[in-house]
């Protein structure tokens, strides 16, 4: 058997070169194809994955608890106590790597000059910093140190709207729990940059003050939580929501329909390339390969008539379409490599980047090269190749010798 | 002669004129359906958007866009009002003011935006007044209509009173007390949920406006081609005034650029698509031509011109592309077309529509540049490539070519 493949393999291969210009062409055809679906598919996931972290960083962590009636209408009014010892416990679980407490109001802001509308967050310092954007992102001044802090942290966009600068003080009117109104002036510790909708709508206050300000006591609006790893997410919302059965447990998806729907377009986009191109391929390749044998029936015939069985015969074609489209394929496979590790700095949107921002992802996407996902579509296309290539061996391995050679043209 | 001998040479191969024609006819399917669609969606998107409340375009201070502060006012001067009466007759023109304000009902308190509307005129340039969901829209003077999610978060109902709070123009306080007369749903999150109208008078005299407007709205709901005329117009004959013309693109920002940005993703894909067939078929002329190279020895032999040989090779593969163009123009407007009518339903990606305010089915638009740009790239792609075999061909040996097999 062994000694049939070497024997047959070298055949196959020379056999290819016999038309230099048909095989190179079909290996480009097959090469452009793997790259394109690498490329793109490496650009989709890139723009699902901003979309994805874009959104946890917007406040929304991996998922929320609030108690039962908060999103429908977030007030106060539906605050819950600190996390009983069963919910404690489970979020202290190894896999889950930080949560947070928080209070949320909507609030009024104003300065000297002007006045905005905003959401406040009291935030616990040291453990939202585990957690969100905040910590890292101010620009100016400085973060809480401790959940007993005074002064409030403001987005860039939103200084700039108050026309306040950093120690200026600002008022925040919100309603109380009690359902009053209540106001605390507060000195701007800090300026933060971060996204847009947050620069202008987001202002932070420690926990503390937050809850004295809105007369919480010791109670908080919500706990966003983080799983070790994105796949844990549900895993870990359902312990959440077995742990505090009385809460309302919801992962990312569940807050931001609009992040989940743009993850699955880009699934989708890449599924539909990938079929596309994957036709198109197979296409090419069956009609070159029914040509390559057609062409070459009087050869075929008369070395069956000389004693070579219908097998070697099916095998030398198999072979044949396994020399084109192996190297081929991985050709593609590095030509898409190069591209997107080019790409590893981050491609910037520049002025698209609005509209990305407008469809979830971020101003510069950062594709990533996924050995796992390329080993994968290499793998079917070579394998869905050489299967494709089985009906014209099939069909040159089943002509009867005498009646080709006969026949002087075919 | 040419024609009927390339016509019959494209039929010696059946089945492999029919699987070129098959794939592309389907790659100007993709490529005239897809376009289509895709069109079809930046109208809906762009409609929506604009006819909602910002209209085709607004004149504003120079920079209230980017701050929208109360003191970044105007007053419609002599200046304003010839540039607005030069405008072609058809072109909607309507004021409005915005701010800021604490809206309180008797249990809550929120943060809104309220926007001085001139009740009567608004519809003309937005669609709020005509989604009104309960009660009616401004029609007396202490009026104000709320977004629904609003007025869920304030636990108000129709002929209650909120309280409003916010800072005039000149930086008092500005304190009123409102009925709520509609409730209006757009279905776009951020409006339903921030937005309030009140009647303009009242707007001026709450907040101490003097007369003076934040923006003048261009409605939309005209001939594209007039609106980006008056555009053209006021930008002249506001030059100087600190006045600018911002359109649609500025207004929605986020929308344009991502209709550019799927553009010109879109056109990308095409682009690659059209490559593949191209190598692909390109192969299949090569070959149809190559396996002929003892015939075409043979007539060279006998006294044929390599020039009119070109030509035969060259026609077939004309034709074929013509032919399978044109098939998949054929079929590719018919599936345009029947989806145009009966449109293509986009079930689970609803909360992607909703974010541009539009409805989840989409109904491509089939125009001559999506029907013809496409399918004439193909063509024009095939043609071209069809030029190697005849290269080729003018190289051929004659005796060499004689003794192939």
């Known amino acids: 058997m062994m000694k049939t493949f070497f024997l047959i393999a070298p055949i196959a291969w020379r056999n290819l070169w016999r038309r230099g210009t048909r095989t190179v062409l079909t290996m480009v055809t097959v090469a452009l194809a793997v790259a394109s679906m690498m490329i793109l598919g490496s650009f989709m996931r890139s723009w699902g994955q901003s979309a994805f972290d874009r959104t ?17 209408d977030p007030t106060l009014e539906y605050s819950m106590p600190p996390p009983s010892t069963a919910l404690l416990q489970a979020l202290n679980n190894p ?9 949320v109001a909507s609030a009024m802001v104003r300065s000297e000059r002007e006045s905005a509308p905003v959401r406040v967050y009291g935030i616990n310092p040291q453990r939202e910093a585990r957690l969100s954007f905040v910590s890292k992102a101010v620009a100016q001044g400085r973060y809480f140190t401790e959940p007993a802090d005074s002064g409030v942290l403001l987005g860039r966009l939103l200084v700039d709207r108050l026309q306040v600068k950093l120690g200026h003080r600002v008022v925040l009117t919100a309603q109380d729990a009690k359902g009053d109104i209540a106001e605390i002036g507060v000195k701007v510790i800090g300026i933060y940059q971060g996204q847009p909708e ?145 790409f590893s700095d981050g491609l910037n949107l520049g002025s698209w980047g ?54 002087a043209q075919v | 002669m040419i024609l009927s001998l390339a016509w019959r040479n494209l039929w010696r191969r059946r089945r492999r004129t029919i699987a070129s024609l098959t794939a592309i006819a389907l790659t100007c399917v993709i490529v005239i359906f897809l376009p289509a669609l895709q069109s079809g969606s930046y109208g809906a998107m762009i409609r929506s958007a604009n006819g909602l409340l910002d209209g085709y375009a607004q004149i504003q201070r120079r920079d209230f866009l980017d701050k929208p502060a109360m003191r970044l006012s105007f007053s419609v001067n002599k200046t304003v009002s010839s540039a607005i009466a030069e405008l072609p007759a058809g072109v909607q023109v309507v004021p409005r003011d915005i701010s800021y304000a604490l809206l309180s009902s008797r249990k809550r308190s929120l943060g809104a935006q309220v926007m001085g509307v001139n009740a009567e005129l608004e519809n003309r340039v937005s669609t709020i007044p005509g989604r009104i969901i309960s009660g009616q829209y401004l029609h007396a003077d202490n009026h104000i209509v709320l977004g629904d999610a609003l007025a869920r978060n304030l636990q108000v109902n129709l002929g209650e009173t909120v309280d409003m709070l916010g800072m005039a123009r ?29 009647k303009l008078a009242r707007f001026d005299q709450t907040f101490a406006m003097q007369g003076q407007r934040h923006a003048l709205v261009i409605g939309s709901n005209t001939d594209a081609a007039l609106l980006h005329q008056a555009v053209t117009t006021l ?78 090779v060259w026609t077939e593969i004309v034709l074929m592309s013509g032919l399978g ?38 109904y491509p638009e089939l125009t001559p540049l999506t029907l013809l740009a496409g399918p004439a790239v193909v063509a024009g792609s095939l043609i071209l490539a069809g030029l190697a075999p005849v290269y080729r061909l003018f190289h051929l040996q004659i005796i060499a070519a004689m003794r192939s097999v």
């Open chain 1, 56 to 72: 946890v960083a917007a406040m929304n962590a991996h998922g929320q608890i609030h108690a039962r009636g908060f999103m429908d």
């Open chain 2, 235 to 312: 930008e002249r004959s506001l030059s100087g005034t600190g006045l600018v013309v911002h359109d649609w693109k500025k207004l929605q920002a986020g929308v344009y650029y991502s209709i550019q940005l799927d553009m010109v993703s879109g056109i990308f894909m095409y682009l690659i698509l059209i490559v593949i067939v191209t190598a692909s078929l390109l192969n299949n002329m090569m070959m149809s031509a190559m396996e002929r190279t003892r015939e075409f020895g043979m007539m060279m032999a006998l006294g044929v011109k390599p020039g009119l040989l070109g030509r035969i």
């Open chain 2, 325 to 362: 163009t044109l098939l998949g123009m054929l079929l590719g407007s018919a599936i345009t077309l029947w989806y145009s009518v009966n449109g293509l339903h986009f079930e689970s990606v609803q909360a992607v529509f909703e974010q541009f305010g539009m409805s989840s089915t989409l």
């Open chain 1, 354 to 407: 609005a509209g990305a921002r407008m469809i979830g992802a971020s101003q510069v996407l950062y594709p990533q090269f996924d050995l796992r996902q390329t080993g994968i579509a290499c793998a079917v296309v070579i394998g869905l190749s050489i299967l494709a290539s089985i009906y014209p061996a099939v069909r040159a391995a089943r002509r009867v010798p005498v009646d080709v050679i006969t026949r």
């Open chain 1, 198 to 342: 947050l620069e202008k709508f987001a202002v932070y206050l420690p926990i503390t003050q937050a809850q004295t300000f809105l007369g919480l006591d010791r109670r908080s609006s919500e706990i966003a939580y983080l799983a070790n790893r994105r796949e844990q997410v549900s895993s870990v919302t359902a312990m959440l929501r077995a742990a505090a059965p009385d809460l309302d447990v919801r992962s990312w998806s569940e807050l931001q329909p609009f992040t989940r729907a743009i993850i699955e377009i880009t699934d989708n986009t890449n599924a539909i390339w990938g079929f596309v191109s994957f036709a198109l391929v197979a296409f090419g390749l069956v009609n070159t390969l029914l040509m390559a044998v057609y062409e070459r029936l009087r050869e075929f015939g008369l070395l069956q008539a000389l004693g070579m069985k219908p097998a070697w015969l099916l095998m030398q074609i198999m072979l044949e379409s396994c020399f084109l489209v192996i190297p081929a394929t991985l050709s593609g496979a590095v030509v898409g490599a190069a591209v997107i590790l080019s």
């Open chain 2, 170 to 198: 000149d930086g008092s306080l500005a304190v009123d007390v409102l009925t709520v007369a509609g409730i209006f749903r757009t279905g776009m999150r951020e409006l339903d949920r921030q937005l309030v109208q009140i």
């Open chain 1, 95 to 103: 896999s889950i790597k930080a949560w947070a407490p928080r209070v």
